[in-house]
């Protein structure tokens, strides 16, 4: 299976706009690359996903380098209700898009 | 968006006695659902996939005779921890597939077990 790796935290000030990033070198070209955050004592929540092009929604912006071997999630202007764990998964179309959750990165928003 | 729901949020039991947590998809129907475990500071851990009509598949190191799933309907499926020990004390989150283009994953709120 295809693994991500990201930073374990990264903290960021209110109000500023934040970028959290995801290498996933071997990436196929079938894979899509998933954000979920889960905020504490929750289920996870999606957040965006996306194949290739660059992507945007009422939550968050997925930037997808060139070659797809990084990504980065964009909140726009983090809040204190951001603060999560958030996951960069990569789902492999034919298996039916199976999650499999890494370790995610903790982002901290301080006031 | 697609709702899911999870019964109990929470629930305390007994060493040895058997617990049951059911996960409902509200306003889609699924014909998947996935079972995790989460232990505290630890990522979400893969338990089962459960399809309706047919047999849950486990996951490597999952028993299958001490959590039970049964998948009955289109919208619940459940899953029972029998014989609870303490170490099974966790968090408990299932999810849902809706059929789409690329098959949306739905979370519910997860049920937090303590084994006393």
């Known amino acids: 299976d295809a693994k991500t790796t990201q930073p374990n935290s990264m903290e960021s000030n209110e109000e500023e706009p934040v970028h959290l990033p995801c290498n996933h070198s071997?990436?196929?070209?079938?894979?899509?690359i998933h954000w979920y955050r889960q905020l504490p004592s929750q289920g996870p929540e999606y957040v965006i996903h996306?194949?290739?092009s660059n992507v945007n929604n009422r939550m968050a912006s997925l930037a997808i380098a060139e070659d797809r071997k990084s990504s980065t999630l964009i909140l726009h202007r983090a809040t204190l209700r951001d603060a999560a764990v958030y996951y960069c998964?990569?789902?492999?179309?034919?298996?039916?898009?199976?999650?499999?959750f890494g370790g995610g990165t903790r982002l901290m928003v301080k006031p | 968006g697609a709702v899911v729901s999870q019964h109990p949020s929470r629930v305390i039991c007994k060493s040895g006695t058997s617990v049951k947590i059911e996960c409902r998809s509200l306003?889609?129907?699924?014909?998947?659902m996935f079972w995790y475990r989460q232990f505290p500071k630890q990522s979400l851990m893969l338990m089962a996939t459960?399809?309706?009509?047919?047999?849950?598949?486990?996951e490597q190191g999952v028993e299958k005779d001490k959590f039970l799933i049964n998948h009955a309907s289109l919208t619940l499926s459940t899953l029972t921890v029998t014989s609870a020990h303490p170490e099974d004390s966790s968090f408990y989150i299932c999810?849902?597939?809706?059929?789409?283009?690329?098959?949306?994953?739905?979370f519910g709120p997860g049920t937090r077990l303590t084994v006393l």
């Open positions: 999810s849902a597939r809706r059929t789409s283009s690329y098959n949306e994953q739905f």
């Open positions: 071997t990436i196929s070209g079938t894979d899509y």
């Open positions: 996306g194949l290739t």
């Open positions: 998964i990569l789902t492999v179309r034919n298996a039916g898009n199976m999650l499999t």
């Open positions: 306003d889609f129907q699924a014909t998947t």
């Open positions: 459960s399809n309706e009509g047919s047999k849950a598949t486990y």
